[in-house]
């Protein structure tokens, strides 16, 4: 399987190189609920995610890419049944738009390497961000420090 590279900007500003693959090589490595949730915008059910606990020290990174996205210092039991996180590893490691399916405004999250979909992000975390970025778990892996 190839993984190709293209030279993009992320919203005009700084150059970054995204992941670029057919659906075919998508499909090839994903799981079917892996390519749903990542590839075609979908959501897993609650309380479906893999088990990620609480207080293992990490790093969450994108099942499609590898990005490293959320320190697991971050993590915190929201009561959604997704993986939350109060702040992405670095602001530069996530892309947010706004989704308007489904008769909502919402604030998408994606991988900025790859232009996955991770979940979503809302106004309702807890300190110091007062922001839940709610993931779905089958778009993430984790690496145990």
Not at 54 to 77: H, P, S, V
Request: charged content about 20%; overall charge negative; hydrophobic content about 30%.
């Amino acid at each position: 399987m190839s993984e190709h590279c293209m030279q993009a900007t992320d919203n005009g500003a700084n150059p970054a190189f995204k992941v670029v693959k057919s659906d075919a090589e998508w499909r090839e490595q994903l799981t079917p609920d892996q390519y749903r949730v990542t590839r075609q915008h979908g959501t897993e059910r609650a309380f479906s995610s893999p088990d990620f606990a609480l207080g293992k020290a990490g790093t969450y990174r994108c099942i499609c890419c590898g990005n490293a996205l959320y320190d697991a210092g971050t993590k915190f039991d929201s009561g959604t049944g997704w993986p939350s996180f109060f702040q992405p590893l670095a602001p530069e490691a996530v892309t947010q738009v706004t989704d308007r399916s489904y008769g909502m405004t919402r604030t998408e999250v994606k991988c900025a390497d790859c232009d996955a979909h991770l979940g979503h992000v809302f106004p309702d975390g807890p300190a110091p961000t007062g922001l839940r970025y709610c993931m779905n778990g089958v778009a993430l892996s984790f690496d145990p420090a």
